[in-house]
């Protein structure tokens, strides 16, 4: 099996999706050692944004591809995605490639694969709550997989910025939440 490793933190050591991301990727590896792992590190590498060239490059897309686990960490800042991470998904989304149009409508191709998607948002975003019709981070990343064919599982840290003890607590509830998800 192939993992394929992605995050898009710039909080660097500090980072719950980062934290919640490896010990994803950790489990995955305990329950099949012989596993690859290929790292990428949007922040410390980051992609340029979409041009018109860069559209015309298939590495970033064959290697998600070639992969059939993908972990991803996703920070929520200004309540959607890291724009590197986004930049990332710019190089995924190739119709004829991970999606098509049919006369039915548009249809995914990248389906049978697994993707897990650490999130980590300083507030609260239940439906219901105030706060809720600005998530359009879970909401984006889930809407995205669909298009082309994948039904992402997510693992979230919420109220990391409410007060260290709700910090404390949500990442602690994400890292155990880890270990039914490598079963
Ligand atoms: C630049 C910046 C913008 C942020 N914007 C939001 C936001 O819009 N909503 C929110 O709930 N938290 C926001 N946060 C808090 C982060 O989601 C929280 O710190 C989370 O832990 C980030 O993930 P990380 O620890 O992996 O970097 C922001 C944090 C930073 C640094």
């Known amino acids: 099996m192939t993992i394929l490793h992605i995050d898009s933190s710039i ?8 934290a919640i991301s490896r010990s994803i990727v950790d489990r995955l590896l305990a329950a099949d050692p012989a596993a690859q792992v290929i790292e990428r590190d949007l922040v410390d590498q980051p992609l340029s944004h979409l041009t018109l060239e860069a559209l015309g490059d298939s590495t970033v897309a064959d290697e998600f591809l070639d992969a059939q686990t993908v972990v991803i960490g996703a920070p929520m800042y200004n309540f ?13 989304l190739i119709a004829g490639k991970t999606f098509r149009y049919t006369a039915d409508g548009p249809e995914g191709l990248a389906g049978g694969r697994r993707v897990i998607v650490a999130i980590a948002r300083g507030g609260f975003y239940n439906e219901g709550s105030p706060a809720s019709a600005l998530e359009h981070l879970e909401s984006y990343l889930r809407g995205v997989f669909n298009f082309i064919g994948i039904e992402p599982e997510f693992v979230a840290a919420d109220g990391l910025n409410i007060s260290p003890e709700q910090r404390e607590r949500s990442v602690r509830a994400a890292l155990g ?7």
Do not use: Y
């Open 177 to 183: 939440e880890t270990v039914r998800l490598a079963a």
């Open 80 to 92: 959607t995605l890291a724009t590197q991470l986004k930049a990332w998904l710019d190089r995924i």
């Open 11 to 18: 909080t660097g050591d500090n980072s719950a999706s980062r």
